[in-house]
């Protein structure tokens, strides 16, 4: 069974930084493109990053020049580095992945979401 586990959200103010992580477990034979979305209250979940397995970034136009996306495919792992956070950022941010996992065609994981909250 494959799980993501996400972590790093929090409560902080205007201008601040926060790390997001999340981390794919179980018997995974490949992993493709990782990703993050969010979802504000009242407001349909969107992309907010998301990355291949060779390393091709894309963002919202809403998060460019102040969030980076990464991975470490060593460690089935990815981040979300939010940098001048807004209160509009505030939402849930869920990761995602498309894994192949052992006897199992490729599929879409989600995350359980992480609360991310800007504000003074």
């Known amino acids: 069974q494959v799980q993501l586990v996400g972590s790093g959200g929090g409560l902080v103010q205007p201008g601040g930084s926060l790390r997001l992580s999340c981390a794919a477990s179980?018997?995974?034979?490949?992993?493709?493109?990782m990703g993050w979305y969010r979802q504000a209250p009242g407001k349909e979940r969107e992309l907010v990053a998301s990355?291949?397995?060779?390393?091709?970034?894309n963002y919202a136009d809403s998060v460019k020049g102040r969030f980076t996306i990464s991975r470490d495919n060593a460690k089935n792992t990815v981040y979300l580095q939010m940098n001048s956070l807004k209160p509009e950022d505030t939402a849930v941010y869920y990761c995602n992945a498309d894994i192949k996992a052992a006897y199992r065609y490729d599929m879409t994981y989600w995350g359980e979401g992480t609360l991310v909250t800007v504000s003074s």
């Open positions: 990355i291949t397995g060779a390393g091709s970034t």
């Open positions: 179980g018997s995974i034979v490949s992993i493709n493109v």
